[in-house]
Nanobody, 115 residues
Framework: QVRLVESGGGLVQAGGSLRLSCTASGTTLSAVAMAWYRQAPGKERELVASIAGGGTTNYADSVKGRFNISRDKYFKVSYLQMNALQPEDTAVYFC?????????WGQGTQVTVSS
């Protein structure tokens, strides 16, 4: 069983930065990708960024050039560095890991950007 725990969320002013962390416990040897999603009130959950086993990254157009996703070699931790934050980035941010076709989610961390 894999458990994901996000941290690093909080309140920040527009233009500021935050770094989110996703720490995985359990067996992650067969993990193939990690990703960050977000869900704002009244909106559907959307993909923010993903990183595959070979290091290939993918970003939503809305965060390209501002956010950076990274992970360690063993899929034990993933980071989402968020710069130049804007009020529209306000959401609950979730971490996801894919292992052998199964998806594992964290409980989410709140990011609030004030104008």
């Amino acid at each position: 069983q894999v458990r994901l725990v996000e941290s690093g969320g909080g309140l920040v002013q527009a233009g500021g930065s935050l770094r989110l962390s996703c720490t995985a416990s359990g067996t992650t040897l067969s993990a193939v990708a990690m990703a960050w999603y977000r869900q704002a009130p009244g909106k559907e959950r959307e993909l923010v960024a993903s990183i595959a086993g070979g290091g290939t990254t993918n970003y939503a157009d809305s965060v390209k050039g501002r956010f950076n996703i990274s992970r360690d070699k063993y899929f034990k931790v993933s980071y989402l560095q968020m710069n130049a934050l804007q009020p529209e980035d306000t959401a609950v941010y979730f971490c996801k890991m894919i292992i052998r076709g199964a998806q594992y989610w964290g409980q989410g961390t709140q990011v609030t950007v004030s104008s």
